[in-house]
């Protein structure tokens, strides 16, 4: 049998007596139950690169297991003395004495072993122009905008504010910025002007690289008059802004500082020789939202982010590249894109897709025509895109063939079960044609831990729908109680990281105080995620959502990710988000508003009622949501994130705060007129 649905027995409830120690007790007694376990088929098993020798070999020594990935993956300008230096905790250092050059390794060291003509970029403008680098004309470009950049006057060490849209040209400033030892902060291009502002003074940017705009659902849509803006006001650091053209619309241009990149990076010389960098100096900074209102700036370093970057990349993805075509549909301009489409993929590398518009331009079919025509055979995505297709309805992919589809991934947030089904089916199983469905890898990480930390192996795992299942091999996860002991398999609590990772965050740009309180000061001497979890009776982990967004219903626990998971599985529920609203009685209430299928029927009170049943039924009386509210769309950042902040503004009765950051800035004004009627 080479697909089995091995029967494991549902989770038993935790019993809360003489447990009741752990945080979450009440709500995960009902979590979750989940008996569905696939297998992987014996010719993937077969044919996988990660087998279970890497967890029994990471488990006997972890530093010399991320050694030797060290070694294998990358090549070194000098050799490394220690894997790691853990003596100044929390600040480590990976790959002692070693050098390394990112953009060598991503790039000529490739064209050097024969496979320059290895397609490394496979482009797909929104507007349907195409485009292909070959690894050897991607290190040409990279070379040249090296080039470029140091004739600006950029050299080691200084910052480049990179905002750009999702275009071959973002790859290549990434890569310039690495070879010539230029730290980038790459601003996503949905941020305002004066989030880029703020990004640019943070790290003190001495250089801006963007384009005119990109296009939106077949629009152009601008962003060099962000940039302008950004800079209007004296004190700023930038002193050139290099100008991609990408949409050919007008803009304003400021004589002596914008410049073309056709003049600057196309016009310099195809020669540049990369040398190597100490494997901590630092590789680039990402903003990050934390708990208070300033963006931290996420520090990343070299040599452990690439390893890690790579290993996880190949292992979790069962990525062989000579055959595979592999797709991440991550904006650059988040984590995800940085580790899973700048550079990883361009170590092992591979051959990728990189897609700039959205899925639905010019109609709704667009990611599974392109799967079709670029034989994407790994995708890479996010559960908010899977549940829009779901949305969307399954006819829409079963008018492609997605046969070349192998492996399927899941990063941002948790994806319930039902999702998780659907994916498995419609996508990987090829609309129910395959006999064996490719397998999910739903993998958990976060900007600061700079790539993947908990996922299945592919070919190792038996995976479960909704579940992130286990640590990778040479990371060391727990789940703890508030005291900071390890949680019995059947409990949860929070999420922790007991050991240092290659690509953990070195800390926060010009904040090592901050770095230690955020993530350091919560439990002695381990990671605090800032995750909730669970340990289920396998000891599989599945995350609950923030622990910021978890609720305290009368001293109850409860988590929005269950409740939302509850409200999902129910027939007439395309999409659902909780949030918990300040109550006088019971502390916080559960509201929840849920966007209804195209086919289901709205009938008012009697909808709420059976839905609010549903998550009585599901969880338990105490999840029900106290209000429950149908809505027309969910506020979502361009990355997909529902902004529950705006949500909470609505459930609490306020004029709801700040919008400017949502994919579509009038979702808020359309959902308050549809509680109007
Ligand atoms: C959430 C994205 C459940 C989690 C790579 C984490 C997930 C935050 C998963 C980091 C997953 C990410 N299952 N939750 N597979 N992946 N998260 O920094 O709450 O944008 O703390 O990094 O996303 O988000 P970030």
Redesign the pocket.
């Known amino acids: 049998m080479s697909q089995d649905t091995t029967g494991s027995p549902a989770p038993a409830a935790a019993t809360s007596a003489g447990h009741d120690q752990a945080p979450h007790v009440e709500a995960l007694e009902n979590l979750l139950h989940e008996d569905r376990k696939f297998a992987p088929s014996q010719e993937f098993a077969a044919n996988a690169v990660a087998t279970a020798a890497d967890y029994t070999e990471a488990a006997a020594d972890r530093p010399a297991f991320w050694a030797r990935q060290a070694r294998e993956l990358l090549t070194w300008d000098k050799d490394f003395t220690d894997a790691l230096d853990w003596s100044n905790p929390p600040f480590a250092k990976w790959f002692v004495g070693g050098e390394i050059n990112a953009a060598y390794n991503a790039l000529d060291r490739h064209v050097e072993n024969g496979l320059g003509d290895r397609v490394a970029i496979y482009f797909e403008g929104e507007p349907g122009d195409t485009r292909s680098y070959t690894y050897a004309q991607l290190t040409e470009e990279v070379k040249k905008a090296a080039n470029a950049f140091e004739a600006l006057g950029v050299a080691k060490g200084d910052r480049v504010a990179v905002y750009l849209p999702m275009i071959p040209e973002a790859v290549i400033t990434i890569l310039a910025c690495a070879r010539i030892g230029a730290v980038h902060s790459v601003v996503f291009g949905g941020f305002s002007a004066d989030a880029l502002r703020s990004r640019i003074d943070d790290a003190e940017a001495k250089l801006v690289v963007t384009a005119d705009g990109t296009y939106r659902r077949g629009k152009p849509s601008p962003l060099k008059p962000a940039v302008d803006e950004a800079l209007s006001k004296e004190g700023h650091t930038v002193e050139n802004v290099v100008v991609v053209k990408r949409n050919g619309e007008a803009v304003n241009w400021v004589e002596g500082r914008d410049l073309w990149w056709d003049d600057t990076v196309e016009a310099a010389s195809a020669e540049h020789t990369a040398v190597g960098h100490d494997s901590e100096h630092p590789l680039f900074i990402l903003y990050?939202s934390g708990t208070t209102g300033k963006p931290k700036g996420i520090l990343h370093t070299t040599g452990g982010y690439l390893t890690q970057g790579a290993y996880t990349h190949k292992a979790v993805f069962d990525l062989h590249p000579e055959t595979d075509v592999y797709w991440c549909t991550a904006d650059v301009g988040?984590?995800?894109g940085h580790s899973y489409v700048a550079y990883a993929p361009l170590i092992n590398g591979a051959t990728q897709l990189m897609y700039e518009g959205t899925p639905d331009s010019p109609h709704q079919g667009r990611w599974w025509e392109l799967i079709e025509k670029y034989k994407v055979s790994i995708l890479y995505t996010a559960p908010t895109a899977i549940r829009t297709f779901m949305k969307w309805g399954r006819e829409i992919p079963a008018k492609y063939d997605l046969s070349s589809i192998r492996v399927l991934g899941?990063?941002?947030?948790?994806?319930n079960p039902e999702a998780w089904m659907w994916y498995r089916e419609v996508i990987g199983g090829n609309g129910g044609a395959k006999e064996n469905p490719a397998p999910i890898v739903?993998?958990?990480?976060?900007?600061?831990t700079g790539a993947q930390m908990i996922a299945p192996l592919p070919g190792v795992t038996a995976t479960k729908p909704g579940s992130?299942q286990v640590p990778l091999p040479g990371i060391a996860v727990d789940v703890v109680d508030d005291a900071g002991a390890s949680v019995p398999n059947g409990e949860g609590g929070y999420l922790v990281i007991r050991e240092p990772w290659p690509a953990m965050l070195r800390g926060i740009w010009g904040d090592p105080e901050r770095f230690k309180d955020t993530y350091w000061s919560r439990f002695e001497a381990m990671y605090f995620?800032?995750?909730g979890a669970k340990k289920d009776e396998d000891g599989d982990v599945w995350?609950l959502?923030?622990v910021d967004d978890v609720m305290n219903v009368s001293g109850h626990r409860l988590s929005t990710t269950e409740i939302e998971s509850a409200l999902v599985s129910h027939p007439s529920v395309a999409e659902a988000a909780v949030v918990g609203a300040a109550d006088e009685t019971t502390g916080q209430a559960v509201v929840a508003f849920v966007i209804l299928r195209g086919d289901a029927v709205n009938k008012g009170e009697e909808t709420v009622l059976e839905l609010r049943n549903h998550v009585g039924k599901e969880i338990g009386p105490i999840a029900k949501p106290k209000q429950l509210l149908i809505v027309p769309e969910l506020p979502k950042t361009r990355s997909g994130k529902i902004v529950r902040r705006l949500l909470k503004d609505i459930a609490e009765g306020r004029e709801s705060g700040d919008a400017s950051t949502l994919a579509d800035p009038s979702t808020m004004v359309q959902i308050a007129e549809s509680l109007r009627k």
């Open positions: 990050t988040w984590i995800t899941s990063v941002g947030e948790p994806i739903d993998t958990w990480w976060q900007t600061e992130a995620a800032g995750d995350l959502g923030r």
